[in-house]
């Protein structure tokens, strides 16, 4: 499957105005994740275990 196929949506935590902004799509295998201003450099893959820990950590406030 191409990136081009997957339904990326930014964070809920992006800035509004256009800068600083990330997007995210979801597979039943991988969560990936993307720079808006930088589509064309690739993107992170995470597994949805290591997606799920690291939004804790956002949540939690340690990262």
Do not use: I
């Not at 201003?37 to 340690?62: I, M, N, S």
């Amino acid at each position: 499957m191409s990136t081009h196929d997957l339904n990326w949506h930014k964070s809920s935590h992006s800035n509004p105005s256009g800068g600083h902004c990330a997007e995210v799509a979801e597979t039943p295998r991988a969560v990936l994740a993307r720079d808006t201003q930088y589509r064309e450099l690739g993107h992170l893959d995470f597994t949805p275990g290591e997606w799920t820990a690291f939004l804790a950590e956002v949540r939690a406030g340690r990262l």
